[in-house]
């Protein structure tokens, strides 16, 4: 139940095409779901965040969706750019926690 | 510059021995965290420190421990007892208890077992 299961592992992108990142979670007590971005050898970076009352942000080229009665959550990056190839992790957190619960990871690559 | 700050960016240990990776904030922040990233795996945390004495075991702290002295210092020590110790490190702080307090993460440290 403390999991959040991310996919694809890996995604490929022609540039200017979108590239979408799913999420699924059970655990109904998560109120806060962060996306960060992550390139080789660095520390992940927070990207775009959600709470569950909204069912959908939007920063710039990056979209989240929010799907409560599904339990899901997925990050849409438009007009996708080769800057944009890094490595992708949704989390989760429960609220009055400081333990936020991690995706796999999705490997992007935005080809020129 | 605000920001977190790992080192030794790499670090090299022979099996049998102890090391300790340092993580040091100057964003005031009250929370630290230690996580071990292994490819494949996600983010799993080892432990936390919501203030200063105090720290939490995550869900994988079987063989580290860590010690929270000072507000901005939370080290991990890596002990023998740790069976598989070669991953990427990372620590991360948070403002602290609260609503949807973000994580700023350190640049990681790359421990590998010779």
């Known amino acids: 139940q403390q999991q959040v299961k991310q996919s694809p592992q890996s995604l490929i992108v022609q540039k200017g095409g979108i590239s979408i990142i799913n999420c699924a979670y059970e655990?109904?007590?998560?109120?806060?779901f962060p996306w960060y971005q992550q390139f080789p050898g660095k520390g992940p970076a927070l990207l775009i965040a959600?709470?569950?009352?909204?069912s959908e942000k939007k920063e710039g080229r990056f979209t989240i969706s929010f799907n409560k009665s599904a339990k899901q959550f997925s990050l849409h990056i438009m007009d996708s750019q080769p800057g944009d190839s890094a490595t992708y992790f949704c989390?989760?957190?429960?609220?009055?926690?400081?333990?936020?619960?991690f995706g796999t990871g999705t490997r992007l690559k935005v080809l020129a | 510059d605000g920001g977190i700050t790992q080192s030794p960016k790499y670090l090299f240990r022979k099996e049998g021995q102890n090391v300790t990776l340092s993580c040091e904030q100057n964003?005031?922040?009250?929370?630290m965290y230690w996580y071990r990233q292994d490819p494949g795996q996600g983010l799993r945390l080892i432990y936390y420190?919501?203030?200063?004495?105090?720290?939490q075991k995550g869900d994988i702290a079987e063989g580290y421990s860590v010690s929270r002295e000072k507000k901005e210092s939370f080290p991990l020590t890596v002990t023998s007892a740790q069976k598989n110790p070669t991953a990427f490190y990372l620590c991360?702080?948070?403002?602290?208890?609260?609503?949807?307090?973000?994580?700023?993460f350190g640049p990681g440290t790359r421990l590998t077992v010779l």
């Open positions: 991360a702080s948070s403002i602290g208890w609260g609503s949807y307090n973000e994580q700023f």
């Open positions: 655990n109904t007590a998560f109120d806060y």
């Open positions: 959600i709470r569950p009352d909204v």
């Open positions: 989390a989760a957190r429960t609220s009055g926690t400081y333990k936020y619960i």
């Open positions: 964003l005031n922040h009250d929370a």
């Open positions: 420190s919501q203030i200063v004495n105090d720290f």
